[in-house]
């Protein structure tokens, strides 16, 4: 079944233009897995992240991200197009639309990092957070502390 699906896969994609977007969008997010894209993130993350005298909120770091994205996704189509021209130039416009939506399918971890960068940075800095953070950190040493008397209590008898 499986095989004959995989036989057929050319005529799906030209019967149903709707499919081939979802093929190249995945093939986008596949090939965004890659141990050179993925040392992008955390790049992106410093990037979107900024300056710690910077305020960034949640918005502020998914707009950076979102710049990010499509002028790399537009980099991508400009490029695939003009190789399209000098090529044979037949149905430019249609891979042009392709080669956005592989663009934007290898571009979706880099948009989810960044804007969760922002949200994780505007949790660090919370004043409740830290509060919460630091009454944990007490409590979690006063239980190594009487851990640590346990063991030596019983290690003396």
């Known amino acids: 079944m499986f095989e004959g699906f995989l036989a057929n896969v050319g005529d799906y994609i030209h019967t149903n233009p709707g499919l081939a977007l979802v093929a190249?969008?995945?093939?986008?997010?596949?090939?965004?897995?890659?141990?050179?894209?993925?040392?992008?993130?955390?790049?992106?993350?410093?990037?979107?992240?900024?300056?710690?005298?910077?305020r960034l909120g949640v918005l502020r770091a998914l707009r950076f991200s979102l710049a990010f994205v499509l002028g790399l996704a537009m980099t991508f189509t400009a490029l695939g197009m003009i190789a399209a021209l000098a090529g044979s130039g037949s149905s430019v416009v249609w891979g042009g639309a392709l080669l956005l939506v592989y663009a934007l399918g290898h571009s979706v971890l880099n948009l989810i990092a960044g804007t969760s960068m922002g949200a994780a940075r505007r949790l660090i800095e919370s004043r409740r957070t830290n509060r919460a953070l630091d009454i944990a950190r007490r409590v979690?040493?006063?239980?190594i502390v009487l851990v640590g008397v346990y063991f030596a209590y019983r290690g003396l008898l």
């Not at 986008?28 to 900024?50: F, K």
């Not at 979690?140 to 239980?143: H, Q, R, S, Y």
């Open 140 to 143: 979690a040493g006063g239980v």
């Open 24 to 54: 190249v969008f995945l093939g986008g997010l596949l090939a965004a897995s890659t141990p050179c894209v993925l040392a992008m993130v955390p790049w992106m993350m410093s990037v979107v992240a900024g300056r710690r005298e910077e």
